[in-house]
């Protein structure tokens, strides 16, 4: 009698519980906000843009196994509107940067692209410790003089990052006699590049077998272009003011270190944060000298 007891109360005791927990978890039938999926909706009805070009290069989309890689790439950007929106609100602070250092040089405008594919126009990080706007690893950084310590990361630096990488281009199309190779030789090295064309025969980015990622590379970019430049066409619409903008700064030549970074902020008139927002490149607390005879160029509100 005690047991049957005992299991009674057990079991309302269980059933009073689960009755709590459904009451307390049970989701309701309509979510707070539907979610608009209008733009999803509408993915499937855009086709691929039957001409695309690179640097003045046009794709052969005649071919189907070309243009089947180029709506892989195609839907699957559409499917990321927010990252397009951040791609285009962020080319306005880089992008005139960029144009006016690759019209200088006298390089396509089209290389500013590689830029949005490589780091998203962000201060990333990859999984290979490639790091900044143009995605340098820290020996070929080195090689093309960006200085990387314990201070300072000059892949973060998006002027001198932006030089050495279209210093690397250049070399790149110098040896390959072609700015799609060359996009193809930033990305999987001028090296291994070099080895498979030779292995395969063929000096055209589209006839050769690539791995993975550079055989993605080139149709990321001109996909990545393609929308960007025809963004309403997407029901993208952004208006000027939406763009962020170059930070508005004065420049600071220091020929010394610097002790207390914080300190030094204040008293130049700003916050430590708002100088390590205008230098990315600072990665530490403090500040190393610059050696014998030069200087950091440290960016200041002005």
Not at 107 to 130: G, H, I, Q, T
């Amino acid at each position: 009698m005690k047991i049957i007891l005992f299991l009674f109360i057990i079991s309302i005791c269980l059933n009073s519980c689960f009755e709590n927990k459904v009451a307390y978890s049970e989701p309701t039938n309509k979510p707070p906000q539907a979610i608009n999926t209008s733009y999803f909706q509408q993915i499937p009805q855009f086709e691929v843009p039957t001409k695309l070009s690179f640097c003045g290069e046009d794709y052969p989309l005649e071919d189907p196994t070309i243009k089947e890689k180029v709506e892989r790439e195609f839907y699957l950007l559409l499917q990321q509107p927010g990252q397009l929106i951040l791609y285009l609100k962020r080319s306005g602070r880089y992008f005139p940067m960029y144009e006016e250092k690759l019209k200088q040089a006298g390089m396509p405008d089209d290389l500013k692209y590689l830029s949005v594919a490589e780091s998203a126009l962000y201060m990333a990080r990859s999984k290979a410790n490639a790091v900044g706007l143009w995605q340098f690893i820290k020996g070929t950084a080195k090689r093309y003089g960006l200085k990387v310590n314990k201070y300072v990361d000059e892949r973060r630096n998006p002027e001198k990052s932006t030089d050495a990488a279209l210093q690397y281009l250049k070399k790149a199309h110098n040896d390959f006699n072609s700015w799609s190779m060359a996009a193809a030789a930033y990305n999987m090295g001028g090296a291994g590049l070099n080895k498979n064309r030779k292995h395969q025969g063929f000096n055209n980015y589209f006839d050769l077998h690539l791995n993975s990622e550079t055989s993605r590379y080139l149709f990321r970019i001109a996909v990545i272009k393609h929308i960007m430049e025809n963004k309403d066409l997407y029901g993208i619409n952004l208006s000027e003011n939406h763009y962020y903008k170059p930070y508005d700064t004065r420049v600071k030549k220091v020929n010394s270190g610097i002790r207390d970074l914080n300190k030094w902020a204040v008293q130049q008139g700003t916050t430590y944060r708002i100088l390590k927002l205008y230098n990315p490149w600072i990665i530490s607390k403090t500040l190393n000298g610059p050696g014998r005879g030069n200087y950091w160029y440290i960016a200041l509100p002005r």
